[in-house]
């Protein structure tokens, strides 16, 4: 297969007639050709690390965590306090009635429960600049997951998912979950004390231990399942609510918010049952164990009454014992009271970690020179996000800067989804999208956007100004490219008619504009900065004659300065300002050249659609070139 230039553009000749898509069959016209998928499948951005990236977060703050247990360590020491002060009150101050003893050990007291405050009040601290470092660290990168995921896996399922579960798991750290499992290393160290005392009691309370320890692991084997489950049905719940939200005027038009509230409500129910089941056990569970721990304290003391009656015992060891069988159990029972918060930041830590590690960090690959000379599409075949059914099958075509080519086709024929992948959105299953020879990807996401100008066909606009739409959100924005794109598009006028011109306020999703007027602003932000390739898909749709006018002069000034138009249309109206069309047919090109030419072979009966060619001055400067070589068997 051979790769040959005619008349400024790249064309693709196959060795035999017209084989499986209809081509133009005279030297100069653009051929379109059906082949295997290429071999070189697209590069992977960045290597996987070994560890999570949620893990090397939590890594960084080792030596909080370690502050944390240093803390944990002295306040557990400190805990004693109490309970000698009652031995001391009962075996020593009692017996010899001296009151300068009892002032000197409540003062020593009063200092160890200051010190003992002071370092609860900072572990507590320290816990929640924890979670605002995970956060911090994590934040942005689990943002721009949350707007790769949908064309990753598609938009099945609660699209903030992600977020809500780095919200849990920094709820977690910085709560009293934490806090229990620093405290719980530190129950040996109650149970050898009591032990010193007797080892009856040091018996009782280890079997206590043991209970409320067995009760714990109980308790999260039976919450994981019903948790799982619950937060599935909280995600089908949340997507039923942004469903009626985004298409809040066809609910109310049509009549069908008692339909949709009776399937959430289902939903619901279902969720709300996940959640009592988890409530139930954990609340039996905390329940059961306040009961065994008052239980073991009274245990303690009557057997320590005993030992006191058979002199093997003081009466300050009763109390003493009993004060620390409690203190040893009780982050066993805060671990009970936050297993659920637990079991919630363990599921969101899983599915976090899947998430960054399907869609890893994009490296900074080498600033190539911004293309200025051609694009092609090779071989290229594109599925959903998330699906494996091909809407697209093998297509090839590539254009010249200066050109324009206008896709047509009946609807489901694969448009948009070809002009998705063009533009970057969605991945090509197989085969390749270059741009002046280099893959899509060898750009980063954020320098291969500055080349691309994009029009979807449902136009989404965000909360802010007209002016940042338009710059899209560019930090510091040059306010005369701003002016310049909207002037390109044909809405500077309309923008200025506005009370606050470029600094009014659109609202969510643009809702303070006319359908027509969010297209004409779009197509301004799609002109921002004049890119190379602009893609248009069904720019006109809502379109009246005066902005149809300034779309095509908008692609007509596109062509003049060198760049490349691809406009998917169904009025033939705006073809005017293409030189070339490009005819698809159940997810295959069917046809592509000259626009004379193939509308002359599909609709014979057609008049030609008027022209509105410019003067080609960058097609015309530079020689006609090649878009790979014949090497690669794809052309």
């Known amino acids: 297969m051979a790769v040959v230039g005619v008349g400024g553009l790249a064309l693709f000749r196959p060795r035999q007639g017209m084989s499986g898509s209809a081509t133009g069959g005279a030297a100069g016209r653009p051929t379109v050709t059906s082949g295997k998928p290429s071999a070189n499948p697209p590069r992977r951005r960045a290597a996987r690390s070994p560890r999570s990236e949620l893990a090397v977060a939590l890594a960084s703050c080792r030596s909080a965590f370690l502050a944390v247990g240093l803390f944990s360590g002295v306040l557990n020491v400190l805990m004693l306090t109490g309970s000698l002060y009652m031995l001391e009150v009962y075996d020593r101050v009692l017996p010899s009635r001296s009151l300068p003893t009892l002032v000197g050990i409540s003062i020593l007291l009063l200092i160890l429960y200051c010190g003992q405050g002071i370092l609860d009040f900072v572990r507590g601290r320290v816990l929640v600049r924890i979670g605002g470092a995970l956060d911090e660290a994590l934040g942005q990168r689990v943002y721009t997951s949350m707007l790769r995921l949908p064309l990753k896996t598609g938009r099945e399922g609660d699209g903030l998912q992600p977020m809500r579960d780095l919200d849990g798991v920094r709820a977690f750290l910085s709560g009293m979950g934490p806090t229990a499992l620093f405290d719980l290393p530190w129950l040996p160290l109650y149970l050898v004390i009591i032990f010193m005392f007797h080892w009856l009691l040091g018996v009782t309370a280890l079997v206590g231990a043991i209970v409320l320890v067995t009760l714990t692991i109980m308790a999260e084997r039976l919450t994981r399942k019903p948790v799982s489950s619950g937060t599935l049905s909280g995600i089908r719940r949340n997507g039923l609510i942004t469903a009626a939200s985004r298409n809040a005027e066809v609910v109310a038009a049509m009549g069908m918010a008692g339909w949709l509230a009776a399937r959430w409500g289902d939903a619901n129910l279902e969720y709300i049952a996940e959640q009592r089941k988890v409530s139930d056990v954990a609340g039996g569970f905390g329940a059961i164990s306040k009961v065994l721990r008052m239980l073991l304290q009274s245990s303690m003391l009557g057997i320590g009454a005993w030992l006191v009656i058979e002199q093997q015992a003081t009466a300050g060891i009763i109390i003493t014992a009993s004060i620390l069988s409690g203190r040893a159990l009780a982050p066993v029972d805060l671990a009970i009271a936050n297993w659920k918060g637990f079991i919630t930041a363990r599921l969101g830590w899983q599915r976090l970690t899947k998430v960054l590690a399907a869609l890893p960090a994009e490296a900074e690959p080498m600033l190539l020179p911004a293309p200025s000379a051609n694009m092609s599409m090779q071989n290229v075949s594109i599925a959903a996000p998330g699906t494996q059914r091909l809407l697209v099958h093998d297509a090839s075509f590539a254009m010249e800067a200066g050109h324009a080519v206008g896709i047509i086709g009946p609807s489901g024929s694969g448009k948009s989804t070809l ?17 002046d020879g280099a893959d899509l990807d060898q750009w ?14 449902d136009v989404e606009l965000f909360a802010g100004t007209v002016a940042e739409n338009i710059a899209r959100f560019e930090p510091d924005a040059d306010a005369g490219a701003i002016i310049a794109a909207a002037k390109a598009a044909g809405a500077h006028e309309l923008i200025v008619g506005f009370r606050e011109g470029y600094e009014t306020e659109i609202g969510e999703h643009g809702e303070a504009l006319s359908a027509g007027q969010r297209q004409r602003i779009a197509l301004a932000r799609a002109l921002y900065r004049d890119p190379f390739l602009v893609v248009l898909d069904e720019p006109n749709s809502n379109l009246d004659m005066d902005g149809e006018q300034a779309l095509i002069r908008a692609m007509i000034a596109v062509r003049e300065r060198g760049g490349v138009v691809v ?43 008027p022209a509105a060619n410019p003067q080609l001055r960058v097609a015309a400067e530079n020689p006609p070139r090649a878009v790979g070589d014949g090497s690669e068997g794809g052309h």
Do not use: C
């Open 419 to 435: 002009v998705r992948a063009l533009v970057g959105a969605w991945l090509p299953v197989a085969g390749r999208i270059r741009l």
């Open 444 to 457: 980063s996401q954020q320098e291969h956007g500055r080349h691309i100008g994009y029009l979807p066909q």
């Open 567 to 609: 406009i998917v249309a169904h009025r033939p109206n705006v073809l005017t300002a293409v030189d070339f069309v490009l005819a698809m047919n159940q997810g295959r090109i069917h046809a592509f050249g000259p626009k004379d030419e193939v509308f002359a072979k599909m609709f014979p009966t057609l008049r030609p659609v």
